[in-house]
């Protein structure tokens, strides 16, 4: 097993009650989400894989990207993908201060209020835990990760694993930024391949923001971008 890409049983087996690695079976779905946007170029070029294949994702956004691209974050949303949270700078848990942290988890890019937060690089101490779940964020983690960030990785072998691996409930890790473009590019289109043969469906996560009108009329302008 590539711990890189699929965590390690027993690690979220004694997190489990604190942090979101896999979702419950049964609704025939797989959780494609994207961290470290957004990044124009990679953002939009994910978004259009998304699109063409009627399949919806996660954007874990940081709030510094985001409130100087409003416009990639309203394409997210128009086109009914969803929306957490990866902090206002991509700061390393392990390296911060609790007080530090949580200012960086809590400065938002505006009036959304998201409900979902991943910490970047999965790194977080039990005590920035405690305290971000006591401001009712959900912490999610990911099942799986398509290592697209390796500049090294095998795009072929990555989806090999992924589709070896991948069920109804898992969460697979993506990033949308310039880096990982040319191995996602490939990865996320024939994972999706796959996923449509196996009738499994793309979906936003459970209490990622989402519009309700999830169209390119949908008025978002109420936001305070």
């Given at each position: 097993?590539?711990?890189?890409?699929?965590?390690?049983?027993?690690?979220?087996?004694?997190?489990?009650?604190r942090m979101v690695w896999q979702l419950p079976p049964g609704?025939?779905?797989?959780?494609?989400?994207?961290?470290?946007?957004?990044?124009?170029?990679?953002?939009?070029?994910?978004?259009?894989?998304?699109?063409?294949?009627?399949?919806?994702?996660?954007?874990?956004?940081?709030?510094?990207?985001?409130?100087?691209?409003?416009?990639?974050?309203?394409?997210?949303?128009?086109?009914?993908?969803?929306?957490?949270?990866?902090?206002?700078?991509?700061?390393?848990?392990?390296?911060?201060?609790?007080?530090?942290?949580?200012?960086?988890?809590?400065?938002?890019?505006?009036?959304?209020?998201?409900?979902?937060?991943?910490?970047?690089?999965?790194?977080?101490?039990?005590?920035?835990?405690?305290?971000?779940?006591?401001?009712?964020?959900?912490?999610?983690?990911?099942?799986?990760?398509?290592?697209?960030?390796?500049?090294?990785?095998?795009?072929?072998?990555?989806?090999?694993?992924?589709?070896?691996?991948?069920?109804?409930?898992?969460?697979?890790?993506?990033?949308?930024?310039?880096?990982?473009?040319?191995?996602?590019?490939?990865?996320?289109?024939?994972?999706?391949?796959?996923?449509?043969?196996?009738?499994?469906?793309?979906?936003?996560?459970?209490?990622?923001?989402?519009?309700?009108?999830?169209?390119?009329?949908?008025?978002?302008?109420?936001?305070?971008?």
């Amino acid at each position: 097993m590539n711990l890189h890409q699929k965590p390690p049983f027993w690690l979220k087996t004694l997190t489990a009650s604190r942090m979101v690695w896999q979702l419950p079976p049964g609704n025939n779905c797989v959780y494609l989400t994207f961290d470290d946007g957004p990044n124009v170029g990679a953002t939009t070029r994910a978004l259009d894989i998304l699109k063409s294949n009627n399949a919806h994702a996660t954007f874990f956004v940081q709030g510094a990207k985001a409130a100087v691209q409003p416009q990639l974050i309203k394409q997210i949303l128009q086109e009914g993908n969803g929306l957490g949270y990866h902090g206002w700078q991509h700061l390393d848990g392990w390296k911060t201060s609790l007080p530090e942290y949580l200012e960086n988890t809590q400065r938002q890019f505006s009036s959304i209020r998201l409900k979902l937060f991943r910490p970047p690089y999965g790194r977080i101490t039990p005590q920035q835990v405690l305290a971000i779940r006591q401001r009712d964020y959900r912490i999610i983690m990911w099942s799986l990760s398509a290592q697209d960030y390796n500049t090294k990785v095998c795009p072929a072998k990555s989806f090999a694993f992924l589709k070896k691996h991948v069920c109804d409930g898992s969460i697979v890790l993506f990033h949308d930024t310039i880096t990982a473009q040319p191995a996602f590019t490939k990865i996320l289109e024939l994972l999706l391949d796959f996923m449509h043969l196996s009738g499994l469906n793309a979906k936003p996560l459970p209490d990622a923001f989402v519009l309700h009108e999830p169209k390119p009329s949908a008025k978002i302008d109420t936001f305070a971008f």
